[in-house]
């Protein structure tokens, strides 16, 4: 979305005005948000606030620097161009980005640990028995046919994936 | 009529409608405002092959954004089926709408899935339960973005974590009118809960229709989220019924020649707008709420907020209308319903 001020850079600041029980959402970017003496900060999202005081926690430029460098191998995206957007590029940007999140999140949610649902994999999981039991005949199999070098192998897979399903089970 | 409209919810005479939507994405792929085009089709592509194992008694209607006339994409706007963000990018973007049309996954819109369960009334229950099928479901054949720390990875780090956001839409005429909204908006911002228009971001409060929703995503868990709205949401009910009982009580021909004023003017109107539309179904709305109004059913006041929506109007007619055409065809819509 762009600024809804300059319409130039990508809107970061979403805020909302209540005006006699109107509310109307504005959209806009860093530099229009300061500049405007309209907007108070009370929103406790107000992404402005919270890069600002990013950015105020490093020690000096250098560190800044070297921390907007930080570029994900995957989707290509800097820490600098996520700092304008407010959006990550894809799911391995949460590993590049790391160190610079827990402080983030702490803003926006108050917290930096997840609670709540953790995948099943309740399908796969299933998928995953049907292999082992398929690996199980095979290994017999290779057994009779002392092929012992091939049933090894077989027999690692077969750990592998019963380990799986062990980590999965907690 | 938007068919999610039709069954039972908690709490009518308040609460319009519960919304729980999810965000998820898949590893491996760039997040939707990232992907080119031919990798979006990829990913809508193995979403699509992933939907042909769904139990045999549920069935989804796949929807292409750029297939969709404009009008169309609009009026699935406004019947609350699809977000406003899913036709940003439209070569990008679909959905499938599950036959009952209680269930939208959207896919491509600001994160690969967004998956809403859409109830009348008060419901959470039913939506979470809804909403935690279609994801076991995806889940055991989608290889999810997930993070034993952040929990479910988001394009945005407002949604990280659960990837959660439960709202209400509530009609509170009364408490607006004395004047309490303003105050109310604030203390909800402050404990971490936002209030917006009907159609979500960027949009006025029209009608007396508030959209309450949860702000946090990380740190706490689902139920806590949704016990936390919930809460709020009764406490709004009480106070919007004592307010309503304290007007009839104290102002009883005020309220009920407000109402009727609003009834009269929308079955004879020959123009109206969909502002000044919305302003008297809201009255009727009220009238019905107070049970002065008894020959109208909620749901019937309900499609008629969505169907006077500029888009919804044009569907209606099966074509294309100017302002003034749309204001002549809204008020003989109403007429003819009311
Ligand atoms: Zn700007
Ligand atoms: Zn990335």
Redesign the interface.
């Known amino acids: 979305m762009l600024c809804e001020i300059c319409k130039k850079n990508q809107a970061t600041v979403?805020y909302?005005k209540?005006i006699?029980?109107?509310?109307?959402?504005l959209?806009v970017c860093e530099e229009c948000a300061a500049n405007s003496g309209e907007f108070s900060f009370?929103?406790?999202?107000s992404f402005h606030k919270l890069w600002t005081g990013l950015i105020e926690g490093f020690h000096d430029n250098k560190q800044k620097q070297s921390v907007d460098n930080l570029t994900c191998s995957?989707?290509?995206?800097d820490y600098s161009q996520f700092r304008k957007?407010?959006?990550?590029?894809?799911?391995k940007c949460?590993e590049v980005f790391e160190d610079q999140?827990v402080p983030?999140?702490k803003g926006?949610?108050?917290?930096?640990?997840?609670?709540?649902?953790?995948?099943?994999?309740?399908?796969?999981k299933v998928a995953n028995e049907r292999k082992i039991e398929k690996l199980k005949v095979r290994l017999n199999e290779l057994v009779q046919k002392e092929a012992f070098e091939e049933a090894a192998k077989v027999r690692d897979q077969i750990r592998e994936l019963e380990k799986s399903l062990g980590d999965n089970r907690e | 009529m938007a068919k999610w409209i039709e069954g039972n919810g908690q709490y009518k005479d308040v609460v319009v409608s519960t919304r729980i939507r999810i965000a998820r994405?898949l590893?491996n792929?760039?997040?939707p405002?990232?992907m080119s085009v031919e990798e979006s089709e990829r990913l809508t592509q193995e979403i699509l092959d992933v939907m042909k194992n769904i139990p045999s008694d549920v069935s989804y209607k796949f929807y292409k954004i750029n297939a969709l006339t404009l009008t169309d994409r609009i009026a699935y706007i406004e019947e609350h089926l699809i977000s406003p963000g899913l036709i940003q990018k439209p070569d990008h973007s679909s959905f499938l709408l599950r036959d009952d049309e209680k269930a939208t996954i959207m896919i491509n819109e600001?994160d690969h899935l967004r998956i809403q369960v859409l109830l009348p009334g008060l419901n959470f229950e039913e939506g979470w339960n809804g909403i935690?099928q279609i994801?076991?479901?995806l889940?055991?054949?989608l290889e999810?973005?997930?993070?034993?720390?952040?929990?479910?990875?988001?394009?945005?780090?407002?949604n990280?974590?659960?990837g959660?956001r439960v709202s209400a839409m509530v009609h509170i005429p009364c408490l607006?009118m004395i004047?309490h909204?303003?105050d109310m908006?604030?203390g909800f911002?402050?404990i971490?809960l936002?209030?917006?228009?009907i159609y979500g971001?960027?949009?006025?409060?029209a009608g007396d229709l508030?959209q309450i929703s949860n702000?946090?995503?990380?740190?706490?868990?689902?139920e806590?989220i949704i016990r936390k709205l919930k809460n709020v949401i009764y406490q709004i009910i009480n106070k919007e019924r004592y307010v309503r009982d304290d007007l009839l009580k104290k102002k009883r021909y005020e309220i009920e020649d407000k109402i009727f004023r609003s009834y009269g003017l929308l079955k004879y109107a020959r123009k109206i707008s969909s502002k000044e539309a919305m302003k008297h179904l809201s009255n009727v709305r009220l009238g019905k709420e107070m049970g002065i109004i008894k020959d109208m059913e909620f749901k019937q006041i309900e499609s008629l907020m969505i169907e006077i929506q500029p888009g919804s109007i044009q569907r209606i007619f099966k074509r294309e209308l100017d302002d003034n055409e749309r204001d002549i065809m809204r008020a003989k819509h109403i007429r003819e319903k009311i």
């Not at chain 2, 971001?201 to 409060?205: C, P, R, S, V």
């Not at chain 2, 702000?215 to 689902?222: A, F, M, Y």
Request: aromatic share 12%.
């Open positions: 979403h909302t209540i006699n029980g109107k509310i109307e959402e959209n009370d929103n406790p999202f995957f989707c290509g995206l957007t407010g959006k990550f590029g894809c799911s949460y999140l983030l999140f926006i949610h108050g917290h930096d640990k997840h609670e709540g649902k953790v995948p099943i994999r309740a399908n796969k | 994405n590893d792929y760039r997040f405002h990232k600001e935690n994801d076991d479901f889940e055991g054949y999810y973005a997930y993070d034993d720390r952040f929990g479910y990875l988001t394009a945005c780090p407002t990280v974590g659960t959660l607006s004047g909204v303003d908006i604030r911002n402050k971490g936002t209030v917006r228009g971001e960027g949009t006025e409060a508030y702000q946090v995503t990380l740190g706490e868990d689902e806590e």
